[in-house]
């Protein structure tokens, strides 16, 4: 018999990742076939516990808000704690977001968006920051509307501070507003 590596997802519904993992405590074995139907056995022997995986490498997108600005790292380096900023886009590394479904992080060389210090209230700076998947650092994509929203506070929005169409601009969190062109992005 030969052994064949395969990769395999298993979906629990109705529990979340960590009392799912903790029900198996050394393997599940099951049945699946492969691609011509044949059946195999499987036995999963090792279930990471840990954080939540980023996401896949690729070349991410610009995030394009008002005055057809770039959500842009001030000064382009992915430092912890960098102000985030509306610069002319370029097409540079440091406009280029990726967004996980997996742990709602929007990402950028590295690092994730996040509201500084967790902070709910309108004002609040938008940073980069080392990813921890704290709740200041998971969003929602509306594509309805073109907003992007803390998960942990869905009536908040981040825009340029005080909706200010200017370069350079940094980013905050504001109350959301129906229609504020300054809260609507694209990507």
């Known amino acids: 018999m030969s052994l064949k590596r395969i ?24 049945v699946v076939t492969d691609s011509a139907g044949v059946p195999s056995v499987a036995k999963i022997v090792k279930l990471d516990r840990g954080s939540t995986p980023p996401p896949p490498p ?20 992915a430092v912890n704690r960098a102000n985030l900023w509306m610069e002319t886009c370029n097409g540079s590394t440091s406009q280029k977001w990726l967004y996980s479904p997996v742990d709602k992080s929007l990402r950028s060389s590295g690092k994730c968006m996040e509201v500084a210090g967790n902070k709910r209230k309108p004002g609040a700076k938008v940073l980069l920051d080392a ?3 704290s709740s200041g ?13 803390p998960v942990a506070s869905p009536t908040l929005c981040p825009q340029p501070s005080a909706g200010s169409p200017a370069l350079h601009a940094t980013l905050e969190i504001a109350t959301c507003a129906t229609g504020a062109v300054a809260q609507q992005w694209t990507w």
């Open 58 to 77: 690729g070349a991410g997108s610009p995030i394009t808000g008002i005055a057809a600005r770039c959500i842009d790292i001030q000064g382009g380096a």
């Open 7 to 30: 990769a395999l997802t298993v979906v629990l519904l109705g529990l979340s990742r960590s009392s799912a993992l903790a029900q198996f405590t050394s393997s599940i074995q099951g």
């Open 131 to 133: 990813c921890t998947v």
């Open 137 to 149: 650092q998971t969003w929602e994509r509306r594509d309805a509307d073109r907003t992007i929203r």
